[in-house]
Structure formats: C-alpha cells, structure tokens
C-alpha cells in the first residue's frame, strides 16, 4: 500500500509539472511569436525596362564629341562636329551620319575633313534586330553590319577583315536621352582597341 501512494503522489507530481510547462496554442494571444510566424508571401518579379521600338530612335540629331586615339597621348583629344539622320525605310531603317573635323592649317582657315556613312538595315528573325542590307561575307572583302536595339540604345555594328586577316570592329552605340542622345563610338583592331569617341546630340526635327 505504502508503494502504491508513493508511485500515486509522484505521478500527479508530473502530471502537474508537464501541465505548467506546456507551450501555450498558437490561437492563445499570448502564444510567443514565433508559434504564430508565417512564411512572407513571395511576389512576383518585376519585369525590366522594354526596348524601345525602332520608331522611337527616328529623327534628326546634331552635336559634338572628342574623340581619342592611340595618338592622343602626344596629340590631344579632337573635338567633332556630329549630324545624325535616321529614318523609316520599308519595314526598316535608314541611318546617315556626318562627322566632320577640323584639324591643323591656319587657326582661323583649319583644314575640314568631312566622312557621311549611310547604312540601311531590315528586320531580322528576331526582335530587335536588324541586318545590313548591303552586307556581305568578310572573308569575300565586304563588311558585315547589323543592329540591335538594348533598352533605349541602338547599336549599329560593323566588322571587317583586311587582306592579312586582321579584322576591324566599329561599334555606334546611341543612347536616348532627354532632349537627344549621346553618341559613344568605338573601333578595335585585332583586340587592340584604336579610337573611341565620346559624344551628345540635340534632336532638331522628327
């Protein structure tokens, strides 16, 4: 009998503990925090800026830009005066740029040396692209040129191949801005790179 209470009292000893330090329901108000936690819900990504359409790049554009090369060290920076046109062309566009530089001579007389490209592109298979509808094959001695459109910057590459092999890569890279665009051109020969030109231009006309 003795043995009998004794193993009675001890397990309402228990019992009585365990009650006390039970954890409080999740539905108890004052239930701790973090029985009540929740994972944060997780939302979608939002998506990135959109290229912009071809149309958006249409207009004419006149500035300057210094240009640098691997002269510059000894001969300084040359300043550029810069006209872009670019325009609708069937499904396409047309893009003509002048740049024209004065260097050396009388100061008041320099000597004017004036360059106007024109290429015209179609649309390629995918979006945002363009070919060069006078491309041709570099290893036949015609360049090959194509554009892409990235955001709000049209890209108009041109790559070519010398007799020796030795390939030239220009790239127009104009970026939309406020009240036009900024203008940043580079060419590498071979990986060496051998003039970039730094930029920006006024929209005058549509």
Known sequence: ????????????????????WAPAAASDPAAPEFAQAQPPARTAPRPGPRDLAIQAFFGTFSGTGMARSEDS??????????????????SGFLATWTTVLRSGGDPARPRVRRRTQTLSFEPADRPGLFRGTESGDPLQGKPLAWA??????????SL?????????????????????????????????QMRSVKGKLIKNAN
Request: charged share 20%.
């Open 1 to 20: 009998m003795l043995w009998t209470r004794i193993a009675a009292a001890s397990l309402g000893a228990m019992l009585l503990i365990a009650s006390n």
């Open 73 to 90: 060290a000894y001969f300084g920076v040359t300043v550029r005066d810069l006209d872009v046109k670019i325009a609708a062309a069937g």
């Open 148 to 157: 892409r459109i990235q955001r709000n910057t049209l890209y108009i590459h």
């Open 160 to 192: 070519e191949l010398g007799e020796d092999g030795a390939y030239d890569f220009e790239t127009y890279a104009r970026t939309l801005s406020g009240s036009g665009m900024d203008l940043l051109y580079t060419r590498v020969r071979d990986g060496e």
